[in-house]
């Protein structure tokens, strides 16, 4: 099992910034990828951006140069900076972990942590 911790959301203005960490526990052992989705209301949940284990990162379109994924796998924590900021970005941030233990695969997702971008 692991255990995911998300801080840091809160409300803010366009163009302001925020920073998101996720804390793992449990078989940390075990995590290959971390990520963070977001889910606003209404809408399906989507990937903000991801990290590899070798430190490879992705984003989406909507987010690429405005956000930045980091990781510290001595502290078990990934981050998200996120800049110039918008109301579209307004959702619920979940932080992800991904696990392979002897070839099988799990996703494990924290409790979630609101964004508010108000105009």
């Known amino acids: 099992q692991v255990q995911l911790v998300e801080s840091g959301g809160g409300l803010v203005q366009a163009g302001g910034s925020l920073r998101l960490s996720c804390v793992a526990s449990?078989?940390?052992?075990?995590?290959?990828?971390m990520g963070w989705y977001r889910q606003a209301p209404g809408k399906q949940r989507e990937l903000v951006a991801i990290?590899?284990?070798?430190?490879?990162?992705n984003y989406a379109d909507s987010v690429k140069g405005r956000f930045t994924i980091s990781r510290d796998n001595a502290k078990n924590t990934v981050d998200l900076q996120m800049n110039s900021l918008k109301p579209e970005d307004t959702a619920v941030y979940y932080c992800?972990?991904?696990?392979?233990?002897?070839?099988?695969?799990?996703?494990?997702w924290g409790q979630g942590t609101q964004v508010t971008v108000s105009a």
């Open positions: 992800t972990a991904h696990t392979v233990i002897l070839a099988v695969e799990k996703d494990y």
């Open positions: 990290i590899r284990s070798g430190g490879s990162t």
């Open positions: 449990g078989r940390i052992f075990s995590i290959k990828d």
